[in-house]
Nanobody, 116 residues
Framework: QVQLVESGGGLVQAGGSLRLACVAS????????MGWYRQAPGKQRELVAA???????NFADSVKGRFTISRDNAKNSVYLQMNSLKPEDTAVYYC??????????WGQGTQVTVSS
């Protein structure tokens, strides 16, 4: 099975930046939409940003103007550039990818903590 390997999470101060990366463990695997979700303690998992294979993006209102999502189709990877981080961005961030056969894969989650 395909595994999504995440990296880039950590602890940063408010106003700082982080760049998350998610790479599929299997080469030559075709994905349609890829994206990032997050879940904070006591809250439901929510969409942060998503990007189609053609490059169309979608962002949660709370991160618009601060986060940028990009992907490399050849590498089956997706990235999330997070700028101007706020304490409310603190959450576990999950990578999600949908294959062309409509199978959904999730990363293990990476912790992002923003201190004030």
């Amino acid at each position: 099975q395909v595994q999504l390997v995440e990296s880039g999470g950590g602890l940063v101060q408010a106003g700082g930046s982080l760049r998350l990366a998610c790479v599929a463990s299997r080469s030559g695997f075709m994905f349609n939409e890829m994206g990032w979700y997050r879940q904070a303690p006591g809250k439901q998992r929510e969409l942060v940003a998503a990007i189609t294979r053609g490059g169309i993006t979608n962002f949660a209102d709370s991160v618009k103007g601060r986060f940028t999502i990009s992907r490399d189709n050849a590498k089956n990877s997706v990235y999330l550039q997070m700028n101007s981080l706020k304490p409310e961005d603190t959450a576990v961030y999950y990578c999600k990818a949908e294959s062309i056969l409509h199978m959904v894969y999730w990363g293990q989650g990476t912790q992002v903590t923003v201190s004030s």
